[in-house]
């Protein structure tokens, strides 16, 4: 490794607002062969920190719909240098499937000029150790819709065709202001440009507070793929972005909806079972260290509230899941470390 591959990285630009890099591999792993990636049980292996809220977004989706036996799951450890994530959770430091221990092994397997980001979530082809996509947005739409034949039965529909529009509506509206918001707030350069990110991100908040004093889920009684979109900014809000990324107006306990809403998803299975407030907090306080200095990771807040009742259910009747049913247990070796989560 030479200096500049070691280097810690960076997420400010001094006197300019934060704009975050969309160019990913977008490449699609399909059911209908348009791809010469085939939808293949066991070909390939989704690789998922629990400490990003992107990758967060792919272990929800492919545990509400029960592709574990589909598609194997890495779990990198939370802290990362300019390198890449690395998988130190595991024996030897390497990822058992794959064999390595840098993630970017597997983007320069497939292009050892790699010029992006080497993010998570990222889809790897097992054989090749090549990585395919690493396009959070399509990756859980294709989970729902290439992946269907290898759905569990009862597991819902996270992208309802009847909703389609409106929904698409909602998840633009969340991520421009909220999902990114928080990040233009945490990585802003400049007064003028936190204050601008700050401003637009409580509207945000505040719109889906009132949305949502009269639904008990955004698009209604049933969850949603937008459902999940939002949940992993607000179940990171006290305990990174309210401090870290001084999103400091109020703190998400404080507002009765979305503070509700947030507990009565973290209770339902495939949501908080995925939750590692630890490993959240060793990334974004150990890893920005041009935001925090000192790496000091803070010792609270307490996590006692996350399964206290919500009174959720007088707002949409029957289950969470519609006419489908929650997903089983967490499966063995999958389990957040003990101690890491309120839940049991």
Known sequence: MNDQDSRTPTYT???????????????????????????????????????CPW??????????LGLEDALGVGLPGPTHDARSWTFDLDPDGLDPVLGIHFLRDAYLARDPEYPLGITVP??????????????????????SSQWRAHHRDGAPDLFPA???????????????????????????????????????LWTALDWLE?????????????????????????????????????????????????????RDLFQTPGFGDTVDFEQIKRHYYGVHTDVNP??????????????????????????PFGDGTPPGPVRDGEAV????????
């Open 337 to 344: 470390s003990p101690g890491h989560s309120p839940l049991p």
């Open 122 to 143: 990222a889809v790897v082809e097992v054989a090749t150790g090549q990585v395919v996509t690493n396009d959070f947005d399509q990756i859980t739409r294709d989970l």
């Open 210 to 262: 009132e949305r949502l004093s009269t639904r008990r889920f955004l698009m209604g009684p049933r969850i949603t793929e937008a459902d999940v979109r939002l949940f992993t900014t607000l179940v990171r809000f006290d305990a990174v972005y309210h401090g870290h990324f001084k999103c400091n107006r109020n703190r998400l306990t404080e507002m009765p909806a979305l503070w509700g809403y947030a």
């Open 13 to 51: 630009t001094q006197g300019a607002a934060y704009e975050r890099d969309a160019r990913y591999l977008t490449t699609r792993i399909t059911a209908d062969g348009s791809s010469p990636y085939a939808v293949e049980p066991g070909r390939y292996r989704l690789v998922a920190a629990r400490a």
């Open 162 to 200: 009847e909703q389609a529009q409106e929904m698409e509506q909602v998840m633009r509206r969340v991520y421009t202001e909220v999902n990114n918001g928080v990040y233009r707030c945490g990585f802003a350069g400049s007064q003028e440009a936190y204050d601008e990110a700050y401003d637009r």
């Open 55 to 64: 990758a967060n977004r792919a272990l929800i989706v492919r545990r509400l």
């Open 294 to 319: 000192t790496g000091i990771v803070p010792k609270g807040p307490s996590l006692e509230g996350w399964l206290t009742a919500h009174g959720r259910e007088s707002l949409g009747a029957g289950s």
